[in-house]
Nanobody, 122 residues
Framework: QVQLVESGGGLVQAGGSLRLSCAASGRAFGSYAMGWFRQAPGKEREFVAAISGGGFRTSYTDSVKGRFTISRDNAKSTVYLQMNSLKPEDTAVYYC???????????????WGQGTQVTVSS
């Protein structure tokens, strides 16, 4: 069992940056792949980025490549999402999630945080 708590969301102007954090409690954090997803109003939840348990593999949805960076600190049981060059279309609730296997598929993730709001103004 893993409990996840996101933080770091907020309001930022277009072109700005935010860093999201997701703190995990429970055992064996390093054994879980971690992902970030987001959901905008009226839209389905979509994959943003994933990182393997050891941190050696990462993947991103095309719309954030070159702007967002996922990372993790297993000693602190925390995963991060550094978001640069933010755009209004990045506005959404951002969720972190944990999976037993590295994946970009929503259905692969068993544990979810409560989400943190990111709003990018134009």
């Amino acid at each position: 069992q893993v409990q996840l708590v996101e933080s770091g969301g907020g309001l930022v102007q277009a072109g700005g940056s935010l860093r999201l954090s997701c703190a995990a409690s429970g055992r064996a954090f390093g054994s879980y792949a971690m992902g970030w997803f987001r959901q905008a109003p009226g839209k389905e939840r979509e994959f943003v980025a994933a990182i393997s348990g050891g941190g050696f593999r990462t993947s991103y949805t095309d719309s954030v490549k070159g702007r967002f960076t996922i990372s993790r600190d297993n000693a602190k049981s925390t995963v991060y999402l550094q978001m640069n060059s933010l755009k209004p279309e990045d506005t959404a609730v951002y969720y972190c999630a944990a999976a037993n296997a590295y994946s970009g598929r929503y259905s692969s993730y068993d544990y979810w945080g409560q989400g943190t709001q990111v709003t990018v103004s134009s």
